[in-house]
């Protein structure tokens, strides 16, 4: 079964430090990926997709996300965080044949200054 | 102008009651979908409406009922509300099969 992991519940980083959030997936075929944000109180935006092509993605807010088949991972990344980018990361698998997206459990992102 | 809207923002209501939340797109999408996310932050598909069709039904209680009466519009009606219903309930949209990702700013109900 498809099945998106995120084993990070939980990070803290000093603002103006890298960033990096883990996504495994599991999937059969070839996954589409994607990366949400939610602020605190609000809804989901979508950070970044990959479908095909080039394995690093470019999104919005600066974060990047390189696929990596042979370790079925999907990393989001960011050179340097802002105070503004604490919220909750939710990586996330299409499974194209039913039109579903599975999320994974998110990662908190706390920034102190 | 908000591209995936829900109303209401916030519902508190008491067990048995009957209650419905609206969502509405204007970016001409086909695809709706109800999204439900517990109390754990844990996100998970409900419903999806294609072009006023249901396309896709998790399994969720038959209390819960989507109604399209069109493709702008998926409202969630749910009955005999339960203290497990409390969560944060997302409506969002999409257009073609890999577009994903439009989501409303959800509906926080609490059941006392």
């Known amino acids: 079964a498809q099945s998106v992991t995120q084993p990070d519940i939980h990070i803290t980083v000093s603002e103006g430090a890298s960033l990096e959030l883990r996504c495994n997936y599991s999937y059969g075929a070839t996954p589409y990926l994607f990366w949400y944000v939610q602020s605190p109180g609000q809804g989901l935006q979508l950070l970044l997709k990959y479908f095909s092509g080039d394995t690093l993605v470019q999104g919005i807010k600066g974060f990047e996300a390189e696929f990596k088949r042979s370790q079925s991972s999907f990393n989001l990344r960011k050179p340097s965080v802002h105070w503004s980018d604490a919220a909750e990361y939710f990586c996330?698998?299409?499974?194209?044949?039913?039109?579903?997206?599975?999320f994974g459990t998110g990662t908190r992102l706390q920034v102190f200054p | 102008d908000t591209a995936v809207s829900q109303t209401p923002k916030y519902l508190v209501t008491q067990m048995g009651n009957d209650k419905s939340i609206k969502c509405e797109q204007n970016?001409?999408?086909?695809?709706m979908y109800w999204y439900k996310q517990d109390s754990k932050k844990f996100l998970k598909i409900m419903f999806s409406?294609?072009?006023?069709?249901?396309?896709i039904n998790e399994t969720v209680p038959n209390r819960f009922s989507p109604k399209s009466p069109d493709k702008a519009h998926l409202n969630l009606h749910i009955n005999s509300l339960e203290l497990g219903d409390s969560a944060v309930y997302f409506c969002?949209?999409?257009?073609?099969?890999?577009?994903?990702?439009?989501f409303g700013s959800g509906t926080r109900l609490t059941v006392v």
């Open positions: 996330a698998v299409l499974s194209y044949n039913t039109d579903k997206l599975i």
């Open positions: 970016l001409g999408h086909d695809t």
């Open positions: 969002a949209s999409s257009q073609g099969g890999t577009s994903k990702g439009t």
């Open positions: 409406y294609n072009n006023k069709e249901l396309i």
